[in-house]
Structure formats: C-alpha cells, structure tokens
C-alpha cells in the first residue's frame, strides 16, 4: 500500500509499505494492505511503519489525521 506522511509544512514521507501502526482516539491501529477505509482522529505517539524490505522506522506525532481509502492509499496529516 501507497503511505503519504505530511506535516504543515511539508510532506514527510511517500512510499510503498507493508504495515503502518498508529495510535488514535479509539485505540490503536495498525494499518495493512486493504485495509477497510476510514478517517480517524490521531493523538500522541509513535507513527511505526514498517517497508517493503522490512524494515521499520518511527515518526513523532503529537495528533493529526489518517485517512485509509479504498484504492489501498494510506494519508496522514500530522499537526
């Protein structure tokens, strides 16, 4: 699935991955290819996506927006 990270300010990240974890107003929520589509409210925490190679980096997130759309798109909006 396509991951698209912005911040305010600019675009933070764009890129294919397998998983994308994160932590919402609900609870938290990881994110895989075809996931059902839904927008959420982000709080504080860690952003943990992990690429296609595996490997897994974190972002800061002090709340924001994800959005999951239907063509396998994942878009965040970070404060």
Do not use: C, W, Y
């Amino acid at each position: 699935m396509l991951l698209s990270i912005f911040s305010l300010r600019k675009p933070v990240l764009r890129k294919e991955i397998i998983s994308v974890n994160l932590k919402t107003r609900v609870g938290e929520l990881t994110i895989l290819d075809h996931h059902r589509p839904l927008v959420v409210p982000l709080v504080k925490g860690q952003i943990r996506v992990v690429d296609l190679k595996g490997e897994e980096t974190a972002f800061p997130a002090e709340g924001g927006l994800v959005e999951v759309r239907p063509d396998n798109k994942v878009s965040i909006l970070l404060n």
